[in-house]
T-cell receptor, first 112, second 115 residues
Framework: NAGVMQNPRHLVRRRGQEARLRCSPM?????VYWYRQLPEEGLKFMVY????????ESGMPKERFSAEFPKEGPSILRIQQVVRGDSAAYFC??????????FGQGTRLTVV | AQSVSQHNHHVILSEAASLELGCNYS??????LFWYVQYPGQHLQLLLK??????LVKGIKGFEAEFIKSKFSFNLRKPSVQWSDTAEYFC?????????????FGQGTELSVKP
């Protein structure tokens, strides 16, 4: 059973471009969580999704950020018009139910 | 406010030394507690977790943690570290009735073990 797969592992974007980060949960997992880790800080919860539904987006910035988890395919975290402050590591986690979460290796976004 | 505080940002030990990493939390209500480890270039892995019962929890690779409710603490321990324990360690908490993967993390402690 493959783990949580995130791609790309590294992503470089110029200011103003869009960033799309993908997360494929473990097989059989229908709960997906996104976290952001800024330099020198711990992971911060962003959003919790189940298939086709956003359950909790209390940690998402109000503008430019969106997330989806379609019926088919991976979960996508989308950042529009990226700025330097968006540079961070973005982690995805999945779980089969409301129990412990399994994390991916993360995507390191660098905005230049 | 809900938060997790890890006392040490960077710990350096020699092999065979004993390890204790501090973790304190602030959270209203009953909690679940976790320690995760991230080896260089790898994903976060669960070391151990506490949901209820015996406050002394044993995890993988010889790690253990003790939940002390009165101190709001969940310190991680290992009697004798190895070079392969070099990694970053994260303490995390969520509410007993929260979604399982919605966690509040500490800032992390980087452990360097010298051979």
């Amino acid at each position: 059973n493959a783990g949580v797969m995130q791609n790309p592992r590294h992503l470089v974007r110029r200011r103003g471009q869009e960033a799309r980060l993908r997360c494929s949960p473990m097989k059989g997992h229908s709960h997906v969580y996104w976290y952001r880790q800024l330099p020198e800080e711990g992971l911060k919860f962003m959003v919790y999704l189940q298939k086709e539904n956003i359950i909790d987006e209390s940690g998402m910035p109000k503008e430019r950020f969106s997330a989806e988890f379609p019926k088919e395919g991976p979960s996508i975290l989308r950042i529009q018009q990226v700025v330097r402050g968006d540079s961070a590591a973005y982690f995805c986690a999945s779980s089969p139910s409301a129990t412990e979460a399994f994390f991916g290796q993360g995507t390191r976004l660098t905005v230049v | 406010a809900q938060s997790v505080s890890q006392h040490n940002h960077h710990v350096i030990l020699s092999e065979a030394a004993s390890l204790e990493l501090g973790c304190n939390y602030s959270y209203g209500g009953t909690v679940n507690l976790f320690w995760y480890v991230q080896y260089p270039g790898q994903h976060l892995q669960l070391l151990l977790k506490y949901f209820s019962g015996d406050p002394l929890v044993k995890g993988i690779k010889g790690f253990e943690a003790e939940f002390i409710k009165s101190k709001f603490s969940f310190n991680l321990r290992k009697p004798s570290v190895q070079w392969s324990d070099t990694a970053e360690y994260f303490c995390a908490v969520n509410g007993r009735h929260n979604q399982g993967g919605k966690l509040i993390f500490g800032q992390g402690t980087e452990l360097s073990v010298k051979p």
